[in-house]
Nanobody
Framework: QVQLVESGGGLVQAGGSLRLSCVVS????????MGWFRQAPGKERDFVAS????????NYADSVKGRFTISRDNAKRTMYLLMNSLKPEDTAVYYC???????????????WGQGTQVTVSS
């Protein structure tokens, strides 16, 4: 089994930056596809960004492209989401997700983190 532990959420002003972390433990991780999702109050959980652990291929939602960067550190077994130029509409609970041999989606992920709150003030 895989365990995901998130950290790094908080309150920031519009235009500021924040970095989220997701530490992966448990089974070997090199076959995992991983991603970040977010859910605002009263809305469905949406895709933000994804990355393959093995080859670092990435994908981004149009709403965050050019502002957010997803990455991973093999030695630390940690996935990151660097969020720059934050906007109030980025406010949401952010979730780390992982899936074996595939990229996770909002409805097809094998593992989820507990979520971390990101609040962007105007």
């Amino acid at each position: 089994q895989v365990q995901l532990v998130e950290s790094g959420g908080g309150l920031v002003q519009a235009g500021g930056s924040l970095r989220l972390s997701c530490v992966v433990s448990g089974r070997p991780f090199w076959r995992l596809g991983m991603g970040w999702f977010r859910q605002a109050p009263g809305k469905e959980r949406d895709f933000v960004a994804s990355i393959n652990w093995s080859d670092a291929r990435t994908n981004y939602a149009d709403s965050v492209k050019g502002r957010f960067t997803i990455s991973r550190d093999n030695a630390k077994r940690t996935m990151y989401l660097l969020m720059n130029s934050l906007k109030p509409e980025d406010t949401a609970v952010y979730y780390c997700a992982a899936a074996m041999d595939r990229i996770p989606t909002h409805s097809d992920s094998d593992y989820w983190g507990q979520g971390t709150q990101v609040t962007v003030s105007s």
